[in-house]
């Protein structure tokens, strides 16, 4: 049914409406959704039109959106919302090798760091999940609700079968990054099968998803002199591995205070139920449950490198 607005009395009846679509976003994301759906806006109140009562003021949507984290922590079975991390830092930090994984040459070739934590005093931790063998929708859906950032390093030998489930991924602001094509034990390969394997890979990420990474991840966390040098010539600047591994039933630490630390990179796997007593959806509610308990938020890996 159309709405004709006709004289200055339903201009305030309209506006009485708009008013109670705003209150009801506040007390339940449902109700907000069906003010926003329920028929065709009135005139001067569409996308991009101002117009009174036309959006939330900052407050108002803060909440709303809370309201809507809420909701999705409870849809998602988590003990609780995760925390918001805080904004990318305005200088980004030195990232330089952690002690003892450098190699010969390491800072004369200026060759690239390989860490496993990005130097921050904030309580924020870095989700990083290898491969690409499992493509769970649930797992898109689960962390675009929750608006979860993480950094994919992804295997041309799994992921071939479906770009178009990393494009998604890609679409909805995560990252994509280089773990060779074949994923093999790089230390056991010649500097120029090295060079192969990460090349090759760069070569598939800029046809398939539009970008060449800077980032690349060693296969099991194994590299030698070779493979950074072959790294750097494929115009890679950065090798992380990870401080902690999270799988569906335990967790893993490189450290010996088997604890978080600010700015830990933490690994996971592109896995199901096929490998794992479990799915990506109970992975991640494993480690989001764990992290926001602790004090800790996630926050995207790129922004401080």
Not at 37 to 60: F, I, N, W
Not at 62 to 79: F, G, N, P, S, T
Not at 107 to 132: C, M, S
Request: with cysteine; net charge neutral.
């Amino acid at each position: 049914m159309r709405l004709v607005v006709q004289n200055d009395k339903s201009r305030a009846r309209l506006r009485v409406v708009t008013l109670g679509c705003g209150v009801a976003a506040l007390a339940s994301v449902a109700l907000a959704s069906g003010c926003a759906t329920s028929g065709a806006p009135a005139p001067g109140h569409g996308p991009g039109q101002g117009g009174p009562g036309h959006a939330l003021d900052p407050q108002a949507r803060r909440a709303a959106e809370h309201a809507r984290l809420v909701a999705a922590a409870r849809h998602w079975r988590l003990d609780r919302v995760p925390l918001t991390p805080p904004p990318p830092p305005a200088r980004k930090p030195e990232i330089t090798p952690r002690d003892g994984f450098e190699v010969d040459g390491q800072e004369e070739e200026n060759l690239p760091p390989v860490f496993t934590t990005v130097p921050t005093r904030h309580k924020v931790v870095f989700l990083t999940i290898d491969d690409g063998h499992e493509k769970d929708p649930a797992f898109l859906r689960m962390m675009s609700d929750l608006k979860i950032p993480y950094t994919a390093f992804l295997s041309n030998y799994l992921v071939k079968n479906d770009y178009g489930y990393f494009r998604r991924m890609q679409s909805e602001g995560h990252t994509l990054n280089n773990h060779t094509l074949t994923h093999p034990y790089m230390p056991g390969l010649s500097y120029e099968e090295q060079k192969d394997e990460i090349c090759g890979m760069q070569t598939i990420m800029k046809k398939q998803f539009g970008k060449v990474p800077t980032v690349f991840r060693p296969p099991y966390g194994n590299y030698n002199g070779d493979t950074l040098r072959a790294a750097k010539a494929c115009g890679i600047k950065y090798a992380p591995i990870w401080d902690e591994e999270v799988f569906v039933d335990h967790w893993e630490y490189r450290d010996w205070d088997r604890s978080l630390h600010p700015g830990d990179i933490v690994l996971t796997h592109f896995r199901g139920l096929d490998d794992w007593d479990g799915t990506m959806v109970d992975d991640m509610r494993r480690f989001l449950n764990k992290v926001t308990r602790e004090g800790y938020a996630v926050a995207r890996l790129e922004d401080y490198l």
